[in-house]
């Protein structure tokens, strides 16, 4: 990072703010979709998975469309709404495709023990979730 700046780090509950934006937004297009393809019997199923388009509009397009837009804006429309961007941790450069893989799938694994690794970003001293030391990224209030 600059080192004439210091980068103000965005904490624990306006990410909190920024992901429930996300989630609404992926729930906005991904309903849709998946009662176009359903139908009727959509809201209705209990399982993990229904079919090979369930995973495709539930799993595969949610994670396109946010490591596109991790590099391609460095946030999310959330963090846009927050004015926060994700940045290297050491450069202050968007992140990497390999980043953004890399910290997109390290929030399954900051979420898998009672979301800890999210809340971690409420008392580390650089607002980083396990998720961001994993990807070695962090979040910062955008300029």
């Not at 396109?64 to 429309?77: D, E, N, Q, R």
Request: proline residues 6%; without cysteine; aromatic residues 14%.
């Amino acid at each position: 990072m600059n080192r004439e700046i210091t980068p103000i780090y965005v904490g624990f509950w306006l990410r909190v703010l920024a992901s429930l934006i996300d989630t609404a937004i992926v729930a906005l297009i991904t309903a849709p979709l998946m009662y176009l393809w359903y139908g009727e019997m959509y809201p209705s199923i209990d399982s993990f998975a229904v079919g090979p388009m369930d995973i495709m509009i539930n799993y595969l397009l949610p994670f396109l469309g946010v490591i596109l837009f991790w590099i391609y804006k460095s946030a999310t429309p959330g963090k846009m709404v927050i004015k926060a961007q994700i940045v290297d941790a050491n450069t202050g450069n968007n992140p990497s495709v390999k980043q953004s893989v890399i910290r997109y799938l390290g929030y399954f694994v900051s979420t898998i023990p009672f979301g800890l690794g999210l809340m971690w970003a409420g008392w580390d001293k650089r607002k980083q979730g396990w998720h961001d030391k994993l990807a070695n990224t962090v979040v910062i209030k955008s300029l």
